[in-house]
């Protein structure tokens, strides 16, 4: 499988280790999903994740290495187009946007309301549960 993570599924992954989302990234670690990064969506996992209490139990250290791990295990993707705006929230529009240029199907997200307007465009925007179901042996 080949996606792209959106940043609350990083969160949810790393604030619990019994949930879909925290196998998601088990899986990533694994290679059971491959995914897409962008330079501005590694930014945004480190923003969002180094903000006092999101991740609690993590050191800042443990959060870098965290996404310096994701950093080497992704496909490097450049984005040179915008389709914005084309979902409400503009750090959305980035995600998508980062699927697109890397000719991703799927975009794994906790909010997939957010993304309904994906399918236009040939992606999936699905659960970490669903994405977990789709690499089942």
Request: net charge negative; with cysteine; hydrophobic share 45%.
């Amino acid at each position: 499988m080949f996606a792209v993570l959106d940043t609350n599924v990083l969160i949810s992954g790393l604030r619990s280790s019994t949930g879909a989302s925290h196998a998601v990234l088990n899986a990533v670690r694994s290679g059971q999903i491959k995914i897409s990064l962008s330079v501005s969506l590694a930014i945004e996992y480190e923003d969002v994740a180094l903000r006092p209490g999101m991740v609690p139990g993590l050191t800042p250290t443990q959060i870098g290495v965290v996404i310096d791990v994701l950093c080497a295990l992704a496909h490097h993707q450049k984005v040179f187009f915008m389709w914005r705006p084309h979902l409400p929230d503009p750090g959305d529009d980035m995600v998508l946007e980062l699927a697109l240029a890397a000719g991703s199907p799927y975009i794994i997200t906790n909010n997939i309301k957010d993304f309904a307007d994906c399918e236009t465009l040939g992606i999936q925007a699905i659960k970490p549960a669903e994405a977990l179901n789709l690499i089942k042996p």
